[in-house]
């Protein structure tokens, strides 16, 4: 997954491809290449930044006027040339680079191989191209295409070139944008507006389920059951750098409107239903050695050691093993009592964090279990662990960890289940439960952002603070600490984590009218606790927000009140989080800084 752009016209393709791959460099990548219509199929494909592309393109002469191009960010195989897109046919009639994820692509790889085809790659995106090669034989263009798509279950942003059908590019979309450019005489297909704006603003929007024949001489549009959808030419007002954005201010607000999606691209496939249980793929090689742990180690810097504390409440409460969570940049500094009988847990956005690594480098030198939760496939951390699990969050551009956060939390839930399970001490009807309400989270998030409006409020009231609490217990206690954390980075208020148990214990002599508080007090098991701090705070002239499900049961202690959705107390942070990510943001946009570049801050740290 990642970008794509074609291109079909009068003009040489490669500089227009490449120009479109570097216009989508901020999504983020490790691997490039192009195909092109220049007598056959040609393909040149390089791992790592489009530069080495540059590099190999530049040692061959390549005309052409018609082809695809692709940056990969992987999910299925290693970042590495073979890996790469575009892909072909084992007889060179077909390529194909695509996004999304093909769920079933193991069944399909064994049946096309039964058959005789020779794939090359770790990827499930060259089934696409054998698939589409194999109704060739009986069918042409969309209607092999579609054929082919209805043996696929997943999600795909599909671009096809046939070696027998020049000037002629062909497009599928199921839930990966795609949008077509509409020129004279020309057309272009990219995965993101900002690739082709400097050359159409006229574009076709596909929706799921329609496919394009994209020519010289224009569009032919066709639906998955054969339909003939309508659809009009629009026009594109934005701005480049704004079309990057999905239209939104900030790389940080577009990534935290995207959570509904990431839980989505998190489970899939990881969720069965009918047997109420978690399928993980990953952990599936060390099974036999998850039954005999005594004891979790969870690792991490930063977002992820918060996502880590909500994990040892999961673990705990679900797989009923015990879990301790450490700081990374800590772990190996100590003498770590590690047996092994003791699974490590490193959790990392982008799986090269100089600490983490250090920490899963001690746990091996210690003989044990290493596991990783990244969500860069084929990083340091997914390479050196014995196991793990991939957030398939998509790329994170905002330096403020927002939807890999939540995809942590996500994954750890569905680890949480499956160790359960796995060790017999969770319940299929606890399970069943669980994953259910997890299913219904996607939607719950869209009414939080639906209400933005009163975060913003909140902040025009409160512009002005220098300092801030927040405060929550048990599973909202990691929550409150992450929250500061975001305040910090973007806003640069001083803002500090606590349990709420532990504010009698010295923060309490800071509350007076100018230091407000925010309370994460959803009805949970612990709210009745959580309400009595807030009359503490209360007592001592203190400004709280509050965020909970039931704002009758607080309105009386605040000044302001967040609500948010119900469900399972396990499963609250996914919730409560939102706001709180969204209270930074918007901060950030009132005391006039930009969230994306927050001084002094790398998105990935990869030195101590």
């Known amino acids: 997954m990642c970008g794509i752009i074609g291109y079909v016209g009068k003009k040489r393709a490669l500089p227009i491809l490449v120009e479109g791959l570097t216009a989508m460099e901020y999504r983020g990548y ?8 220049d007598s056959g199929l040609v393909r040149v494909r390089a791992s790592g930044k489009i530069e080495n592309l540059r590099e190999r393109l530049s040692q061959q002469s390549l005309g052409g006027t018609s082809g695809i191009a ?21 007889e060179g009639q077909v390529a194909i680079v695509h996004n999304g994820i093909v769920e079933n ?17 770790q990827t499930d995106s060259e089934v696409l191209a054998h698939l589409i090669e194999t109704e060739l034989q009986t069918s042409s263009g969309l209607t092999a295409i579609r054929r082919a798509l209805k043996q696929v279950r997943g999600t795909y942003g599909l671009v096809v070139m046939f070696k027998d059908v020049p000037q002629t590019l062909f497009v599928a979309r199921m839930g ?3 949008v077509i ?7 272009y297909i990219a995965s993101d507006p900002s690739a082709i704006l400097v050359h159409t603003r006229d574009v076709i929007f596909l929706d799921d389920g329609e496919l394009a024949a994209v020519s010289v001489e224009g569009v032919t549009l066709m639906n998955l059951d054969q339909s003939v959808p309508k659809k009009q030419v629009e026009r594109v007002t934005w701005e480049v750098a704004t079309a990057k954005k999905n239209g939104e201010a900030h790389f940080m607000l577009k990534e935290i409107l995207e959570q509904p999606e990431v839980i989505e691209n998190s489970t899939r496939g990881r969720i069965d239903m009918i047997g109420t249980r978690a399928v993980l793929g990953g952990l599936r090689d060390v099974s036999d050695s998850l039954k005999e742990i005594d004891r979790i180690i969870i690792v991490g810097c930063g977002s992820a050691y918060y996502a880590g504390l909500v994990g040892e409440y999961l673990f705990e409460e679900l797989a009923g093993i015990p879990v301790e969570v450490e700081l990374a940049s800590e772990f190996r500094y100590r003498k770590p009592i590690i047996s092994t009988r003791t699974a490590v847990l490193a959790i990392s956005q982008s799986g090269e964090t100089a600490d983490t690594l250090e920490a899963i480098r001690e746990a091996k030198r210690k003989h044990a279990l290493t596991l990783g939760l990244v969500n860069v496939v084929g990083s340091s951390v997914a390479r050196e662990t014995d196991a793990g699990v991939y957030n398939h969050a998509g790329p994170e551009v905002g330096v403020a960890s927002t939807k890999a956060f939540l995809s942590q939390l996500t994954v750890l839930t569905l680890m949480s289940i499956y160790l359960g399970q796995l060790r017999r001490s969770l319940s299929q009807q606890k399970a069943g439960e669980v994953l259910a309400a997890l299913y219904e989270i996607p939607n719950q998030i869209q009414e939080i952002l639906r209400e933005r409006s009163q975060v913003s409020a909140i902040v025009d009231r409160h512009r002005n603070m220098t300092n801030c609490l927040f405060l929550g217990r048990k599973y909202q206690a990691p929550i409150a600490y992450e929250s500061a954390l975001k305040m910090k980075e ?6 500090e984590g606590y349990s709420c148990g532990e504010m009698k214990h010295g923060p309490i002599a800071l509350i007076d009218k100018s230091f407000p508080s925010v309370v994460l007090c959803p009805e949970d098991s612990v709210f009745e606790k959580t309400r009595s701090n807030m009359e503490e705070l209360q007592a001592r002239g203190g400004s709280i927000i509050a965020v909970t499900t039931n704002a009758q049961l607080v309105s009386h202690l605040c000044e302001d009140v967040i609500v948010i959705p119900e469900t399972l107390e396990c499963l609250q942070p996914l919730l409560s989080v939102i706001p709180m990510q969204l209270l930074a943001y918007e901060m950030a946009i009132a005391r006039n800084f930009d969230p994306d570049r927050p001084r002094n801050l790398a998105k990935s740290v990869t030195v101590e």
């Open 176 to 178: 990966s944008p795609l």
């Open 181 to 187: 450019g509409v020129g004279r005489q020309e057309h």
């Open 70 to 90: 692709h940056t990969r960010w992987a999910t299925h195989g290693i970042p590495d040339e073979a890996n790469a897109h575009p892909h072909l046919d084992c």
């Open 30 to 37: 490790d691997s490039a290449g192009v195909c092109l219509q």
């Open 105 to 121: 692509y193991r069944e399909l790889r064994e049946e096309l191989e039964a058959a005789g085809h020779t794939l090359t790659s």
């Open 490 to 495: 973007v806003s640069y208020v001083h803002a």
